[in-house]
Nanobody
Framework: VKYVESGGGLVQPGGSLRLSCVVS????????MNWHRQVPGKERELVAQ????????EYADFAKGRFTISRDNAKNTVYLQMNDLRFEDTAVYYC???????WGQGTQVTVSS
């Protein structure tokens, strides 16, 4: 199993980024997929979750109204659209099927002016 996250970068407050997670080793179709993030020195936290069919999504309170999780089963890829980014969104972002590791390398998101 391998998760390859990309799309991170340096962005100003209020900006947007779209993260991608290409999955290999299993077909994402039908499985719940999550985006998580981690700041050095803190525990990894759940950002967003999408159901196997993509019909249901859930978000951490800090992500509601700003982030959108989606999936393209044909490309075996999960996305996280992040808008109105804030300083506190700075973190390394990871995707994973719950309980189905190992973690990928993540993609760094830095929000700075």
């Amino acid at each position: 199993v391998k998760y390859v996250e990309s799309g991170g970068g340096l962005v100003q407050p209020g900006g947007s980024l779209r993260l991608s997670c290409v999955v290999s080793g299993f077909t994402v179709s039908g499985y719940v997929m999550n985006w998580h993030r981690q700041v050095p020195g803190k525990e990894r936290e759940l950002v967003a979750q999408i159901s196997g069919r993509g019909t249901t999504t859930e978000y951490a309170d800090f992500a509601k109204g700003r982030f959108t999780i989606s999936r393209d089963n044909a490309k075996n890829t999960v996305y996280l659209q992040m808008n109105d980014l804030r300083f506190e969104d700075t973190a390394v972002y990871y995707c994973m099927r719950p309980g189905f590791g190992p973690w990928g390398q993540g993609t760094q998101v830095t929000v700075s002016s």
